[in-house]
């Protein structure tokens, strides 16, 4: 299977949508008390993960492998498993979340391996510099119940297991500027998103500072509205242009390795808005970073 097949989003496209399954998690804690949610529960999976130490500078992405070895049915299952992971500090306050589905349906004795990126989004303000916990989990995303785990590391909360160390540098990647008609940046909906910025006609994404081989790494949703979908065009990678249609979209532009460079995204909208379109415009970013490749 291809790299770049196995690499699976760790944040959510939601403009304009709140995130589900949040009053969900609060849930999980208030079944504590309910006699349904008493008893032994079974370990239904052993987790292991890899790396146990990892850099996450601003605004750039690093890679998070988990090795999932289901040994059990999933228990009170309702909706989908999903995988949580958070970004603590040390008064438990969440600062970032890389929730995601897993890849492969479960079934006990069928192992899935795969990775995250972590990213820090251009978009968003960067993580204040220090060490931090990576946090995570096993839920459900109908009622928000969490299954025992074994093997990740220690519990820090209600079947919340330490996964990870993340230092955050002080900021000094590629820089990122924006031409055109873009928008303010505005707040997000949650920890995964946490903010986004919308474009109404033609408009630039300029990046600086590059070194290394690696990839940009974009994601927006294109507006239904506009009829012709949006044109990439770019310096920064091998693809000169493409075609993004409506919908929720993940870009990667591979960059070959060179000396420290600037290079250009164009996105222009084709068509629209159609009549009677009530977008707030063509294309909503949510993230935009920088993707080294691993040394």
């Known amino acids: 299977m291809p790299r770049e097949r196995r690499i699976v989003r760790s944040y959510l496209l939601r403009c304009g949508r709140a995130r589900p399954g949040v009053a969900a998690l609060v849930a999980a804690g208030a079944c504590l008390g309910l006699p349904a949610c008493r008893g ?4 239904v999976a052993h987790l292991t993960v890899s790396p146990r130490t990892l850099t996450l500078p601003y605004p750039e992405c690093t890679p998070f492998r988990l090795a999932w070895r289901p040994i059990a049915p999933l228990d009170r299952l309702h909706g989908r498993p999903r995988v949580f992971l958070h970004l603590v500090d040390r008064e438990r306050g969440v600062l970032r979340t890389f929730d995601h589905e897993l890849p492969l349906p479960w079934h006990p004795g069928e192992p899935q391996e795969y990775a995250v990126s972590l990213c820090q989004s251009g978009i968003a303000a960067s993580v204040p510099p220090g060490s931090y916990d990576l946090t995570g989990g096993l839920y459900d ?15 820090v909360g209600r079947r919340e297991y330490r996964l990870a160390t993340v ?46 081989r690696g990839a940009i790494v974009i994601d927006a949703l294109v507006s239904e509205g506009v009829t012709g979908g949006v044109a990439l065009s770019t310096t920064c990678g091998r693809a000169t242009e ?18 420290s460079r600037s290079c250009l995204v164009t996105l222009t909208p084709r068509h629209g808005p159609a009549p009677g379109a009530t977008a707030r415009g063509a294309l909503c970013l949510e993230l935009v970073a920088w993707r080294p490749e691993p040394g």
């Open 40 to 43: 032994r529960a079974p370990v």
């Open 242 to 259: 493409t075609t993004l249609a409506p919908g929720h979209r993940s870009i990667e532009l591979e960059v070959e390795a060179g000396p």
């Open 141 to 155: 995303s109908s009622w928000g119940y969490r299954w025992l785990l074994d093997g990740p590391g220690e519990e």
């Open 167 to 212: 230092v955050v540098p002080a900021p000094g990647g590629p820089s990122l500027g924006f031409g055109g008609s873009w928008t303010d940046i505005e707040s997000g909906t949650d920890q995964q998103v946490l903010a986004r910025r919308w474009l109404f006609g033609p408009g630039s994404i300029a990046f600086s500072g590059i070194s290394g």
